[in-house]
């Protein structure tokens, strides 16, 4: 699909909104259609997708991922000024754009639009592993998250076992979903540039997904394990009946959060489960 010939240049929208980036909003726009072309690429075929995006801004984004062929686009916006932006956008796609104007962190995106889903963002970055943890809950719902990070949150998502950047957020992503780097840019791709490189992560959520209470058990054992990185894990779980936790799971004691692989994690959320 093509856009409208008469589209307004992304920058001269910018300039009518008076739509400077806010950091208080963690903004950092995408201008460059390369670019926004590639990432609406890297979420795969989109036709009879349902697609959501969080934190348009401009509209570039929202612009690519309509002319890859979405069967819909609902862009949820808290920034009022942005808002309008869709909003003159959606007039030229009266039947596969729209906008809700929310808080993303406040609003169940899944009741936006039916099935197949996915999320496809350049995330506000002061935001984005709250927003990534709360769509994680609801992995049964998402075909494919292709999801704008810094590089180091990224990283953090994606990390094996055993390395720096292994964490929390490695177990919860990777428990949930197949993760990986796809896609990394410089500062100076952005409008204003951020201090740090970007990159978008493709998560994509397993088809067997653990249950809410399951869920539960995970951040707790999560939390507690890596809350005291340098604690061994008989120490750092202790409040979580440690020595009987490790047992169920038939993991040692001695050894540190960092060590453990996302299967030796699901045992624990399964003891921790089991023994309440």
């Known amino acids: 699909m093509t856009l409208p010939p008469e589209l307004e240049s992304l920058r001269d929208v910018i300039r009518r909104h008076e739509?400077?980036?806010r950091k208080a909003l963690g903004?950092?726009?995408?201008?460059?259609?390369?670019?926004?072309?590639?990432?609406?690429?890297?979420?795969?075929t989109l036709a009879e997708r349902h697609v959501v995006e969080v934190g348009p801004?401009?509209?570039?984004?929202?612009?690519?991922?309509?002319?890859a062929g979405a069967s819909t686009v609902t862009a949820v916006e808290v920034d009022t000024r942005a808002v309008a932006v869709i909003q003159e956008l959606a007039e030229f796609y009266?039947?596969?754009?729209?906008?809700v104007e929310a808080d993303a962190l406040k609003q169940d995106l899944t009741?936006?639009?039916?099935?197949?889903?996915?999320?496809?963002?350049?995330?506000?970055?002061?935001?984005?592993?709250?927003?990534l943890i709360g769509w994680l809950r609801?992995?049964?719902?998402?075909?494919?998250?292709?999801?704008?990070f810094q590089l180091e949150v990224a990283e953090r998502i994606c990390a094996a076992p055993d390395s720096a950047h292994y964490g929390r957020l490695a177990v919860l992503s990777q428990w949930c979903a197949d993760c990986a780097i796809v896609m990394k840019l410089p500062p100076g791709a952005f409008t204003p540039p951020p201090a740090v490189w970007s990159a978008v992560a493709s998560i994509r959520p397993h088809r067997n997904q653990p249950s809410p209470t399951l869920f539960k058990a995970m951040e707790r054992v999560t939390a507690a394990a890596?809350?005291?990185?340098?604690?061994?894990?008989?120490g750092s779980l202790k409040g979580l009946n440690g020595e009987k936790l490790l047992s169920?799971?038939?993991?040692?004691?001695?050894?540190?959060?960092?060590?453990?692989?996302?299967?030796?994690?699901?045992?624990?959320?399964?003891?921790?489960?089991a023994l309440g």
């Open 19 to 21: 739509l400077d980036a």
């Open 248 to 273: 169920a799971a038939e993991i040692d004691g001695t050894r540190r959060a960092e060590t453990l692989s996302i299967a030796e994690f699901d045992r624990l959320a399964h003891a921790h489960l």
């Open 94 to 99: 009266p039947d596969r754009l729209r906008v």
């Open 27 to 44: 903004q950092h726009f995408l201008l460059d259609p390369g670019i926004t072309d590639h990432i609406a690429a890297l979420a795969g």
């Open 57 to 67: 801004g401009p509209g570039g984004l929202t612009r690519s991922l309509l002319a």
């Open 111 to 131: 009741t936006l639009c039916p099935s197949p889903r996915q999320i496809v963002a350049n995330l506000p970055y002061n935001v984005a592993t709250p927003l």
């Open 138 to 148: 609801q992995g049964h719902a998402w075909e494919r998250l292709t999801l704008m």
């Open 226 to 234: 890596f809350g005291q990185r340098r604690k061994m894990l008989r």
